[in-house]
């Protein structure tokens, strides 16, 4: 029996089977630029605006095939339970073929049918001129334009969303990692108290407020902890991953508020007219315009060739293909000219260039809404840098304000009371401190997508 087992499990190894429960899955690791990166490759977002793109595609060849050949085929078989009847005076009908009893002024009925009948028809029609046809063309070139423009757009926005999501998770961790050490710190604090205590030493309302000490951090901890899981969740739901998959940031707040303070920023670095906001008003300006000239084009006339070829067949015997089909063709032009609308062509005119004339308006306020922002994003940036700089700063002091305190208190200079007030001074700036980090970030990510380089 061991043997059977034996080969069994030695089976399973070759097929690759896991011996327990489902193997997880691989860790993906990302430093801020790749997270950004994979997720203008695999948000939710990216991918339906993919989508949008290929439709738009579709929709230009979908115009064009309107001025190519149409062909089309149809058939037809019919059977006649009750073959129509014609009633037809009885004086143009002989004498001798008249029926019984019948005489001038009535009338006689008379069957033209068969009661079975069938035809089949191609048709072909081609387009000869068609103003709307050649602007749709160029319509369709410049909402293919605009798809593509709205997906730039989505990509800052997914870029903008994961980097906010990956500062959350950094400062989470951040504050985790203060939390950590002052916990350590506090139980530390906490055993050297216990044991003055029980020496004479300590009051007892000391050990109790270092015991106080202790459990807030510990609240702390758990509650920081309950953010980091939300910030990633956030951050997997940006950039398209699965809920359960794992993944390492390699990069720490510090690192990057460095880096985003020692960056330079200056406000004539850009041109305001190759931001995305404003090439997309300025496409829908284009297409407004489009517009307009689509209706007009309507004053034009349309011609078109076409081209019938038909067979019919009858007979009073439901087998009616064994008998002779007759043929009929046609081909021709059609020309329609729009003449008197009563003025609705013109009123639909009116009405395009006003769309027209608004757009060209939107398109200036876009500009000048992008330069003022960018000029807002710039202050708000140069002004965290500022206040990152002045809670590092703050920070540190407190740290050594706290630090000197806890050797007062081990030395039994100062009191528990002075130790907390001073613990929770140093926690404050603690706090401070990752908050002007996270908005020094944030303000850099929104100077950059001010200014259209995100």
């Keep these: 029996m061991k043997t059977i087992q034996y080969w069994s499990l030695f089976i399973l190894l070759l097929m690759g089977v896991p011996l327990s429960g489902q193997q997880p899955a691989d860790t993906l690791s990302f430093n801020l630029d790749e997270a950004m990166q994979y997720a203008t490759n695999h948000a939710y977002q990216k991918i339906s605006s993919e989508y949008d793109i290929a439709s738009a595609k579709k929709k230009i060849w979908e115009t064009i095939a309107g001025g190519l050949p149409q062909v089309d085929f149809s058939g037809r078989y019919n059977h006649s339970i009750d073959v129509p009847v014609s009633l037809l005076p009885a004086e143009i009908i002989p004498e001798d073929m008249r029926p019984p009893g019948v005489g001038p002024g ?17 048709s072909v029609n081609q387009m000869i001129f068609n103003g709307s046809y050649f602007v749709g063309l160029q319509a369709t070139q410049v909402f293919l334009d605009l798809t593509r423009h709205q997906d730039e757009k989505t990509e800052i926005e997914i870029r903008d969303a994961v980097a906010k999501a990956y500062f959350l998770v950094l400062s989470a961790r951040e504050n985790l990692k203060a939390f950590e050490e002052n916990l350590e710190v506090n139980q530390e604090t906490l055993n050297e108290t216990e044991k003055l205590y029980e ?4 009051e ?3 050990v109790s407020q270092i015991k106080l000490m202790v459990r807030e951090a510990e609240k702390q901890i758990v509650e920081v902890k309950r953010n980091e899981e939300v ?30 303070r020692a960056e330079e920023a200056k406000q004539n670095e850009w041109m305001p007219q190759e931001h995305i906001d404003y090439r997309i008003a300025d496409t829908n300006t284009k297409s407004e315009k489009l517009q307009l000239k689509n209706i007009r084009a309507q004053y034009l006339p349309q011609i078109n060739a076409f081209y019938n070829y038909q067979k019919t067949g009858f007979g009073d015997e439901w087998n009616i293909f064994e008998d002779e089909w007759y043929k009929s063709q046609s081909v021709g032009l059609s020309v329609s000219i729009p003449i008197f609308s009563s003025g609705m062509r013109h009123a639909q005119a009116q009405q395009q260039k ?21 000029l807002t994003a710039l202050t708000e940036y140069n002004s965290a840098i500022d206040q990152y700089e002045i809670a590092t700063e703050s920070k540190q002091l407190a740290k050594d304000i706290y630090d000197k305190t806890r050797i007062k208190f081990s030395n039994g200079i100062s009191g528990s009371f002075e130790l907390t007030q001073q613990q929770g ?4 700036a603690q706090i401070s401190h990752v908050q002007a980090a996270l908005q020094l970030l944030n303000s850099r990510i929104n100077y950059l997508k001010a200014i259209g380089k995100l």
């Design 106 to 122: 009535d009338k006689v009925p008379v069957s033209f049918a068969t009661a079975y009948d069938g035809n089949y028809s191609v």
């Design 199 to 202: 020496n004479g030493f300590r």
């Design 204 to 206: 007892s309302l000391d």
């Design 231 to 260: 910030a990633l969740a956030v951050l997997r739901f940006s950039m398209g991953l699965e809920e359960d998959q794992p993944i390492v940031l390699t990069e720490e707040i510090k690192g990057l508020s460095d880096k985003a």
């Design 354 to 374: 006003i769309a027209w004339q608004k757009s060209i308006n939107v398109r200036k306020m876009t500009l000048r809404n992008i330069k003022t922002q960018s």
């Design 425 to 428: 001074q140093y926690i404050q």
